[in-house]
């Protein structure tokens, strides 16, 4: 079992700038595969990026591509989202999942973990 806990999340201005964090609790950490997704008021969540567990891999959203990145660092059993140049439409709430097999995955049918998701509000 594994717990996972965001922060992070607020309000900021367009063109600015988040760094999420996801707290993860457990002693196996590195093995999972690490994901982030967001879910906007009456939207579907959708995939944002997802980490290797190892960190060597990564995989975008194509709308994220160049904004965002992902990293982890499995010493402190945390994974982060850098968010920059920031968009209105980047609002919602935004939720780190894990997958337990290791596979970097883009649905969010293939995690088996979630955490309780951190607002990002974004004003134009």
């Known amino acids: 079992q594994v717990q996972l806990v965001e922060s992070g999340g607020g309000l900021v201005q367009a063109g600015g700038s988040l760094r999420l964090s996801c707290a993860a609790s457990?002693?196996?950490?590195?093995?999972?595969?690490m994901g982030w997704f967001r879910q906007a008021p009456g939207k579907e969540r959708d995939f944002v990026a997802a980490?290797?567990?190892?960190?060597?891999?990564?995989y975008y959203a194509d709308s994220e591509k160049g904004r965002f990145t992902i990293s982890r660092d499995n010493a402190k059993n945390t994974v982060y989202l850098q968010m920059n140049s920031l968009k209105p439409e980047d609002t919602a709430v935004y939720y780190c999942?894990?997958?337990?097999?290791?596979?970097?995955?883009?649905?969010?049918?293939?995690?088996?973990?979630w955490g309780q998701g951190t607002q990002v509000t974004v004003s134009s």
């Open positions: 999942a894990a997958e337990r097999g290791g596979v970097v995955a883009g649905t969010a049918e293939e995690y088996d973990y």
């Open positions: 980490i290797s567990g190892s960190g060597d891999g990564t």
């Open positions: 457990g002693r196996t950490f590195s093995s999972y595969a």
